[in-house]
């Protein structure tokens, strides 16, 4: 996959399978409520859909990246850091200057590519995960 043939955009209604397919963490009803509120993303290579992710707002005001996924075969290829890119764009001329995401302490390569793409740990909730695994926040400057 090249960035040329790399599409970024929002997530229309009739993805909402893709959408539960890579994201088994939130109920039918919520995805379709995000993808309504333009706060899910897809990428999409050769009219494939290869990646996705899901933007929360922490207090209803602070951007937060809750998830963020490429299909295994389309990883190291860009789809992630194109994801990224358009979101922080999106949020740039929303008027947002920060945004966070986190990743499980026991998740090195997401915590290498958060640390690749810019975020700052800024962190931890202990045991907040199943199996009392704790998570760690990052941050980035937009």
């Known amino acids: 996959m ?13 993805e909402l399978d893709f959408v539960r397919q890579i994201d088994r963490h939130i109920p039918v009803e919520v995805a379709a409520r995000k993808i309504e509120a333009q706060e899910i993303l897809i990428a999409e290579a ?9 933007l929360e707002f922490l207090w209803s005001l602070v951007p937060y ?6 299909l295994p075969e389309y990883q190291r290829q860009g789809a992630g850091r194109a994801l990224l890119a358009f979101l922080e764009d999106r949020l740039r001329r929303q008027g947002h200057t920060v945004l966070y995401s986190s990743s499980q ?10 640390r690749h793409m810019g975020f700052t740990e800024c962190g931890f909730v202990a045991g907040i995960n199943a199996g009392g ?3 760690i926040f990052f941050r980035k400057q937009l």
């Open 2 to 14: 090249t960035p040329h043939n790399l599409t970024i955009r929002l997530a229309a209604p009739a």
């Open 46 to 54: 050769n009219g494939a859909l290869v990646g996705y992710l899901r």
């Open 65 to 70: 990246i809750a998830l963020i996924r490429v």
């Open 105 to 114: 302490v026991d998740e090195a390569e997401p915590q290498a590519w958060h």
């Open 133 to 135: 695994v704790g998570e």
